[in-house]
């Protein structure tokens, strides 16, 4: 009875993510250059085994004339992507402002806007439509592309009203859909004003995840008390009709990262880190410029630490990679600017003619020279607000076989949860208590660092991004055959 539903052919997958994989730049009327983002997350979605995939996504440019469309179109075709195209108004609407401003902030318990609330409520509405219309647009593309027996694997809080969307257009379409960032609290998400409406279209997925059991718990409450439904073991159920809901924490592809400090390019790079800070530990922070990311307190809670430990004061430097991100949102320029403001005072207080305590930077490094940076690190700060898993943490384990470096992590950031035992967590509102686990770091003996070090980098190794896509595309295209067999019987 399987094998009928499962054809002998590879099934194709079809990844709906707000961005493609790609950088596109246009370098004529007709003509366009595209690089692909090697990333881990890219190659474990576009190598799932058995499946053959195609991601639909926005390119991240604007093109307005139908030539321009038509040559990216084909350009991205031989990438298997396919492109969205939204314009400038609807990227404004949708991306800045309903994504970024409202949907983002109040996953990770920032709250809804506040100043100037009035015109916040008003602009609140025309986003959402906004953000209702984008999501149609992406359905139009899938709905386009479908063909039967397809997977469609839907991601992140830029697409939870395209579950629905898609039920519509096709109720036997094989529909899932996963979350990266953490799901709040029920009583966080009841603040939304579009709650119902976005919590039922997830609904209409076949399969819901999560990274972690939590998220997974905060939104089968949110369903329970928001929309009255039942919540069961399994998932939520509305009239009989099931939606599983369960947690598939992510990774990395972690032997990417350690073949890349066999390259003879990243062992030089190694040795120029080691040269240029040879006496001082290494600590370091790698962020998108981001509020949630907490660089800020981070910041303030290195100070506090050299404020009360003059003797590691010309022992230690802090190297933050701030890279760039969301640039016309308005809170994300004030942020740049806070801190600035705050590693200039920092080392004209602390900093000598020669060295400041602080180096940072506000751009992102290629590949090698970020695992030449990672394993040259003493001590890793990971000390976001909240954040979905946070996989810079997982990046640094892969990096430090040698080093043994100390990572200290958010308890806040879903990796808490995995690297728990082998990590120093902190709570990073604390700044004491983040300073002082500055000096534990520090001081910790090599017996110590080892015994943490294995034990996380053992879960690295083994809970890799490509065994989370197979799990979740396995369990979801199980998840439709199960129900089409219940419903057969
Ligand atoms: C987070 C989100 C992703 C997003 C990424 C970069 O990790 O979960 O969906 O792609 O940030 O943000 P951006 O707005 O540049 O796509």
Redesign the pocket.
């Known amino acids: 009875e399987r094998q009928e539903v499962r054809p002998y052919n590879r099934q194709r997958l079809l990844v709906v993510?707000?961005?493609l994989p790609v950088s596109a730049v246009r370098r004529g009327e007709d003509s366009w250059s595209l690089e692909i983002s090697a990333g881990g997350l890219v190659s474990a979605l576009l190598g799932v085994k058995e499946f053959e995939a195609r991601w639909i996504g926005w390119a991240?440019v604007n093109v307005p004339d139908e030539v321009g469309q038509k040559a990216l179109t084909k350009a991205l075709a031989e990438k298997r992507c396919i492109p969205v195209f939204l314009d400038e108004e609807i990227v404004h609407q949708y991306?800045n402002g309903y994504?970024?401003n409202i949907l983002?902030p109040l996953f990770h318990y920032l709250g809804l806007p506040q100043e100037d609330r009035l015109a916040t409520t008003r602009s609140f509405q025309s986003q959402f439509t906004a953000y209702k219309k984008a999501n149609q647009m992406f359905a139009d593309v899938v709905n386009e592309h479908y063909e039967e027996g397809d997977v469609v694997w839907c991601?992140?809080?830029?697409l939870m009203f395209l579950p629905k969307c898609l039920k519509d257009y096709n109720s036997k379409m094989k529909v899932g859909w996963f979350l990266?960032?953490p799901f709040p609290s029920s009583e966080i998400h009841r603040t939304l004003p579009s709650r119902s409406e976005l919590l039922r279209s997830v609904l209409a997925a076949d399969l819901v995840g999560f990274h972690t059991y939590d998220y997974a718990r905060h939104f089968v409450s949110a369903c329970t008390r928001i929309l009255g439904l039942e919540g069961t073991p399994e998932g939520v159920e509305d009239q009989g009709r099931l939606t599983r809901v369960a947690a598939f924490p992510i990774g990395i592809d972690s032997e990417r990262f350690i073949r890349a400090l066999e390259v003879p390019d990243v062992i030089q790079h190694m040795k120029e880190l080691k040269e240029r800070f040879a006496g001082r530990k290494v600590m370091l922070g790698v962020d998108?410029l981001?509020m949630i990311k907490g660089i800020p307190q981070k910041i303030l809670a290195f100070e506090k630490f050299l404020e009360e430990n003059a003797s590691w004061r010309d022992k230690v430097v802090l190297l933050q990679i701030a890279v760039p991100?969301?640039t016309d949102v308005s809170e994300y320029q004030k942020l740049t600017s806070q801190v600035h403001e705050i590693v200039g005072r920092i080392n004209g207080r602390f900093g000598t003619l020669t060295q400041v305590p602080i180096h940072h930077l506000d751009r992102s490094l290629d590949f090698y020279a970020l695992c030449a940076l990672y394993a040259v690190t003493d001590v890793a700060l990971v000390t976001s607000l909240r954040d979905?898993m946070n996989l810079v943490s997982y990046e640094f384990v892969a990096c430090q076989e040698a080093k043994k470096g100390v990572l200290i992590l958010s308890e806040f950031a879903g990796a808490a949860q995995s690297l728990g035992a082998g990590a120093i967590l902190v709570n990073p509102w604390n700044i004491t208590e983040v300073a002082a686990s500055i000096g534990q770091a520090l001081n910790m003996s090599p017996e110590e660092r080892e015994k943490r070090h294995r034990h996380n980098f053992h879960h690295v190794k083994t809970h890799t991004a490509q065994e989370w896509a197979e799990t979740f595309v396995s369990e979801l295209n199980d998840t439709v055959i199960e129900a089409q067999l219940r419903i057969s019987k």
């Open positions: 993510a707000n961005r991240g991306y994504c970024n983002w991601h992140d809080y830029h990266h960032t998108r981001d991100t969301r979905g």
